[in-house]
């Protein structure tokens, strides 16, 4: 379930797409590193359907605009903990755009 948030500017720009995460990641570890930054409204760590095992790809949604250009610049091209490459981490695209 997820709530109804007030549009505007702010609510704009704050969905991340996460790549070359660890194959291991967990939503405990995904709030570590992704919670410094802001406070995270949503997260989605894609699943491989036959096996459930992270494909190393997930999706952050925070707050505000300004969290995630923080986790932007703060995180991309960075080896997170656990893993062997770097993390590429930018805006997701907004379906239906």
């Keep these: 379930m997820s709530y109804a948030r007030p549009g505007g500017e ?4 704050t969905n991340l797409y996460v790549t070359n995460l660890p194959r291991t990641i967990t939503d ?13 409204v949503q997260k989605n760590i894609l699943r491989d359907k036959l096996t459930g095992r992270p494909r190393g790809v997930a999706f952050v949604r925070y707050n505000k ?15 997170p903990e656990g893993g062997s490459q770097p993390l590429s981490v930018r805006l997701a695209e907004e379906h239906g755009k």
């Design 28 to 40: 405990d570890q995904l709030d570590t590193i992704f919670g410094k930054y802001g406070s995270i």
């Design 65 to 79: 605009r300004e969290e995630a250009q923080e986790a932007i610049s703060a995180l991309n091209n960075v080896i």
């Design 10 to 13: 702010s609510i704009k720009d």
